[in-house]
């Protein structure tokens, strides 16, 4: 813009310039046809037009280069890791719908002030992408209000197809990129609501990204990992679908033991769909485990997934799939990333208790490691090649001391309360062993 300014600056200073020495010059010579003068003039005229259109084109050029400009942009970077400390500092909520206020504000608030340009857009679109991991935080909760969340998530998706079509339209070339992460991000996010909604039969937005095109490890990883997911849940789905039982947790204790009670009802059509789902989620997985694999955070999630996964590949193929590994990994990496977290509050706590800084997502991260154990727990009950007096939960075994008060082996997680309900049965079951063992 300023280079511009000096332009045109120059030019108005050229023409007043020549204008006086023309009229200087006509007056030295007054017997000069006025004829000559007058084309002399007119040619200089339609020079410094055509001066004026390059320079109108050359500065509308650079401008549109700096707008779409997309050199060393964040979704290109190859070494490009989500800081889980900041955003953890950042988003302070002590519950669901604080958190959600929070969060959507953030959102909001890039999404007004920094998509500018495609590499300012291509920042905003890495923070979602990171902020993906937090979503679940909102609407797992006992409190979600989904129909808020629904509506300014809403919001979001259309600022963000705003913003794509105008890239759209100024440089294709530099929306690739973006267009791709809008599409994952929007699929996620489809994704996320209906799992939360209790269902297993999710919209397939995700298979139309194209996910080799996605160049940083984070969105890749992101990508692999909810492909996997989408299969994993088209999996159970099939398997809920063929016990004609849509409402069961096939990850409760009741839900697993109907399923394999019932596993040679099933038609070998419904068992080879399933199978194929369930194979393809495994390959997934398994990609996004190796793009994250020193990342601090995906490897809990990823694994449990995996884990997950090969536990009903084994049970359907009735071979020796490992599963038992990835779930252990689960629960190490979970509970590695807890004790950071502890670590950052305990730093960021200024004087306090470290109890009373207990915000939501402190609790979330609790959260997801319990689950892991609990649902560990629930797959070993059901198999057939592990003993029930093996099974252990944070170091004790469960059904080892008949004389243990049960009622103190699980931790307690506010605000979530799946684990509570798995918690429950792993606990009747335990106290049903002592009960027959007496």
């Not at 950042?90 to 959507?104: C, G, N, P, V, Y």
């Not at 204790?253 to 399923?259: R, T």
């Not at 252990?328 to 670590?343: G, K, P, Q, V, W």
Request: net charge neutral; glycine share 4%.
């Amino acid at each position: 813009m300023k280079t511009s300014k000096v332009l045109y600056g120059l030019f108005i200073i050229l023409i007043a310039l020549s204008l006086a020495f023309a009229f200087v010059a006509y007056s030295w010579n007054p017997e000069k046809a006025l004829v000559d003068f007058s084309v002399a003039v007119v040619g200089f005229i339609v020079a410094l037009l055509a001066l004026d259109i390059a320079l109108r084109t050359y500065t509308s050029i650079d401008s549109v280069n700096a707008i779409t400009k997309m050199d060393g942009n964040i979704l290109d970077n190859e070494r490009y890791v989500t800081s889980l400390p900041e955003l953890l500092i950042t988003f302070k909520a002590i519950d669901s719908i604080s958190l959600s206020e929070e969060l959507f504000e953030s959102i909001e608030n890039q999404l007004r002030t920094k998509t500018g340009s495609a590499i300012q857009l291509a920042d905003t679109l890495q923070y979602l992408v990171d902020l993906i991991v937090l979503f679940p935080a909102i609407f797992n909760s006992d409190r979600a209000k989904t129909d808020d969340y629904d509506k300014r998530m809403r919001r979001i998706l259309k600022s963000l197809e705003k913003s794509q079509r105008k890239f759209v339209q100024i440089s294709k070339g530099s929306s690739i990129q973006i267009t791709e992460v809008i599409k994952l991000f929007k699929a996620v996010v489809s994704y996320q609501k209906v799992v939360a909604s209790g269902r297993l039969n999710v919209h397939s937005d995700l298979l139309h990204v194209r996910g080799e095109i996605l160049r940083n490890p984070v969105t890749r990883t992101v990508y692999n990992n909810y492909v996997g997911l989408y299969y994993n849940k088209k999996g159970m789905h099939t398997l809920q679908k063929a016990l004609n039982h849509t409402a069961a947790d096939l990850l409760s204790i009741a839900g697993l033991e109907e399923l394999i009670s019932n596993l040679d009802s099933l038609s070998s059509e419904d068992k080879e769909q399933a199978m194929m789902y369930f194979e393809f989620a495994k390959n997934n997985l398994e990609k996004a485990l190796k793009i994250s694999h020193d990342d601090i955070m995906w490897p809990g999630f990823i694994n449990y997934n995996l884990g997950r996964t090969c536990f009903f590949i084994n049970l359907l193929s009735e071979g020796s799939i490992e599963w038992q590994g990835y779930m252990a990994d689960s629960i190490r990496h979970r509970a590695i990333l807890n004790r950071l977290i502890e670590d950052i509050f305990e730093e960021h706590r200024h004087g306090s208790s470290c109890k009373s800084l207990a915000p939501h997502l402190r609790n979330f991260f609790y959260y997801q490691e319990e689950l892991a154990r609990l649902v560990s727990v629930n797959l070993m009950l059901v198999s057939k090649n592990i003993k029930q007096i093996d099974i252990s939960y944070r170091g004790n075994f469960l059904f080892r001391d008949a004389s243990r008060d049960s009622h103190t082996d699980f931790l307690s997680v506010e605000g979530f309360s799946k684990t509570s309900e798995y918690q429950n049965d792993i606990r009747a079951r335990i106290e049903g062993h002592s009960s027959g063992g007496a």
